[in-house]
């Protein structure tokens, strides 16, 4: 639950209004880097009956996204509107993404300058020309907007150094840390930053999984030397998020060769990975040693004090007037991660604007449910199953058995049920903890039990008391 946008009243969401909502969530689940990537070119074409029809420019993103993506919106589309549970892409070669990509709800600032910004340039055909090896870069990652603290003081002062000088003084820049805490951020600002001091200096920042779809792309059309010659005359190369090729041999082959080859020509490399290069499983031992080489600088867990600054920050720039309380109460409450902190400031503003009411702490408590919860403590699948096996006197192994007979499905429909709602595991995941099932039948037990609630009143007793059992 913690990655949708909750339904703001308890009416399903209008088809027409999910696409913009599902972005935002989607954005908040995969990052900017992967989002800025993708599902940035999507976008919405119609609702046909239970689906929901997108348009993706090619048909290389098209089915990129279908592999890698589309559960993940079939399951947020779910969450928003139960009507919705299929998820369609077609092919629209000639249309751009901008019609329905979302505005962020936090106004954006602009960056330093105001000169065009020869990166937001979007994939339309399947010929790769120059631009489209950079991601588009977000006007609202700059230095400016970035707050530091002590978790995260030595990636900010070396990111900085690295964005003010004009020499490579440590290559590469290793930037790691955990989800959400602001290495996709550091990497735009170090981008903004010298592009406008220095427009004549090529900087390309990209994911690594773009950078791995573009090189797909090139062995499939025969077109590596252009691929090799375009990473290779950059001033400052970035990936983000390089863990995505930890195991994929021959990608991998190919980033190490670029960047040997950009190291010997003194050109500037900066990194980003979940974990340090030492710890990056998958990764060949030489490339742990050169991505080793220059400065490696972590980010850490949030502090209470940082938290706050930056939901000050937050609320400062969308001029809303938000309570010290709530803030001081989310900087307490959402310790998983910025975006995470992010998102919980979004989703009150968004309610905010739309029901008209001023945001105190009791409509937090009240919006937040789900997210607070799961910050709260982490309830498991496992404890689900061992309390609804109890409650319902069946064998904990019948929550993962193919048996049908209803004695021992209608508990763990329930126990689905209790898993989507209490912990944040997708549905593909609670499909796997339920011994192998497929997502689309979690998605059948959650309607299942959320319609015979309207008139089973047992079973709502019954998920009240396993709610109380599982300390909720
Ligand atoms: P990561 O790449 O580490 O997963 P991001 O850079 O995407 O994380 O950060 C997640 C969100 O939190 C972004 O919207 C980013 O702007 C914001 N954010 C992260 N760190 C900070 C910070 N120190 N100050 C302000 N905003 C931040
Ligand atoms: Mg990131």
Redesign the pocket.
């Known amino acids: 639950m913690q990655d949708a946008m909750p339904s703001l009243s308890n009416q399903p969401i209008a088809p027409e209004s999910l696409w913009p909502l599902i972005c935002d969530a989607i954005r908040q689940k995969v ?3 992967a989002y800025q990537s993708w599902l940035r070119q999507l976008y919405f074409l119609k609702c046909e009956g239970s689906a929901l029809v997108l348009a993706a420019p090619t048909r290389f993103i098209k089915d990129w996204i279908r592999t890698h993506y589309l559960d993940q919106i079939k399951e947020l589309a779910y969450n928003l509107n139960n009507r919705i549970y299929d998820v369609e892409i077609v092919v629209r070669a000639n249309e751009t993404s901008q019609i329905s990509a979302p505005s962020p709800i936090i106004a954006p600032s602009p960056p330093a300058s105001g000169q065009e910004n020869r990166f937001f340039t979007q994939t339309t055909s399947d010929n790769v020309n120059e631009e489209d090896i950079s991601a588009p870069l977000d006007p ?2 700059v230095f400016d ?5 002590k978790s ?1 003081e030595l990636a900010y002062a070396a990111a900085r150094r690295v964005a003010d000088s004009t020499q490579v003084q440590f290559n590469p820049l290793f930037l790691y ?10 990497m735009h600002a170090i981008a903004w930053h010298i592009r406008n001091r220095d427009p004549q200096r090529r900087v390309i920042y990209l994911s690594a999984e773009k950078f791995m779809y573009l090189f797909i792309r090139a062995l499939r059309f025969r077109d590596t030397v252009a691929f090799k010659e375009q990473f290779r005359t950059v001033d400052v190369l970035m990936i ?2 390089v863990q995505f090729i930890a195991g994929k041999d021959s990608t991998q082959e190919e980033f190490f060769h670029t960047f040997n080859a950009l190291v010997d020509q003194n050109r500037q490399i900066i990194i ?1 990975a979940d974990k340090s290069p030492s710890d990056l499983d998958g990764m060949e031992d030489r490339m742990k040693s050169r991505l080793g080489w220059g400065l490696v600088a972590d ?1 850490h867990p949030t502090t209470y004090e ?1 938290r706050l600054g ?1 939901l000050q ?2 609320a400062e720039q969308c001029q809303t007037d938000i309570s010290p309380k709530v803030l001081e109460f989310l900087a307490h409450k959402i310790t998983s ?3 995470e ?2 998102g919980s400031l979004n989703r009150l503003l968004a309610h905010a604007t739309l029901v008209g009411r001023q945001i105190n702490l009791e409509m937090t408590q009240e919006v937040l449910q789900d997210l607070l919860r799961a910050n709260d403590r982490r309830i498991t699948i496992d404890e689900i199953q061992k309390a609804v096996a109890d409650h319902y006197n069946v064998r904990v192994a019948d929550m993962h058995s193919a048996r049908r007979s209803r004695v021992v499905a209608r508990p763990r429909q329930v126990a689905m049920y209790l898993a989507k709602n209490l912990t944040t595991h997708s549905l593909p995941d609670i499909g796997r903890k339920f011994g192998g099932r497929d997502h689309t039948t979690v998605m059948h037990a959650i309607r299942k039990v959320d319609e015979l609630k309207s008139t089973d009143i047992s079973l709502v007793e019954d998920i009240a008391i396993l709610m109380r059992a599982l300390k909720c």
Request: neutral net charge; hydrophobic residues 40%.
């Open positions: 990052g900017e880097a609202r990652m907007n970035f707050v530091v603290g995260n840390g955990g989800v959400g805490l602001g290495k996709t951020h550091l983000d998020d980003s980010i940082l930056i920050s937050k991660n910025i975006r902190l992010e």
